[in-house]
């Protein structure tokens, strides 16, 4: 496991969702992503998926709102905590998504040599669409988010899957 940056050995498919603060974007999709790997008839046991930010408060809890609004739509974040980037996490997922270029920038500068695997989210079914922090935390906003990201998680779901084989 990969939890506190420990470094796991990259021998099965694995996805690190990136976001800035690791409280809602990209624990969210990684929710919904370990969600359409279930639907698919995949097991958990055999995948890595987790997520991290890149100017994180290790620890904290994603906003009750988030956790509340979400809940509905089958997404669990109430044991999530956030934890920073760092070279053990990226070291240990064969695939970075990221929500916006800035995130992307600021990996491939800081960590050039886990460029080649970091992508957008958006970049998975060919489109450059950034996944901005919502305006507020309120239900709606919530729900607009978790459209944008299980519509960008399922269209490129096929080019999520060989790539988190690590079929680059």
Do not use: Y
């Amino acid at each position: 496991m990969t939890e506190a940056g420990r470094t796991a050995p990259l021998n099965r498919p694995s996805v690190l969702f990136v976001c800035t603060a690791n409280r809602i974007r990209s624990p969210l999709a990684a929710a919904l992503f370990r969600n359409d790997l279930l639907r698919e008839g995949l097991s958990l046991d055999r995948w890595r998926v987790n997520s991290a930010g890149t100017w994180v408060q290790e620890g904290m809890p994603s906003p009750e709102e988030v956790i509340q609004a979400s809940f509905a739509r089958g997404v669990d974040l109430r044991k999530h905590r956030s934890q920073k980037i760092n070279e053990g996490l990226l070291s240990s997922h064969k695939l970075i998504l990221v929500m916006e270029l800035g995130h992307k920038e600021a990996l491939n500068h800081v960590f050039p040599h886990h460029a080649g695997r970091v992508f957008m989210l958006s970049e998975m079914s060919n489109a450059t669409e950034e996944i901005k922090d919502p305006p507020s935390i309120t239900p709606s906003d919530i729900e607009k988010l978790l459209d944008q990201l299980s519509l960008l998680i399922e269209k490129g779901m096929p080019r999520i899957l060989l790539l988190a084989h690590g079929n680059l």
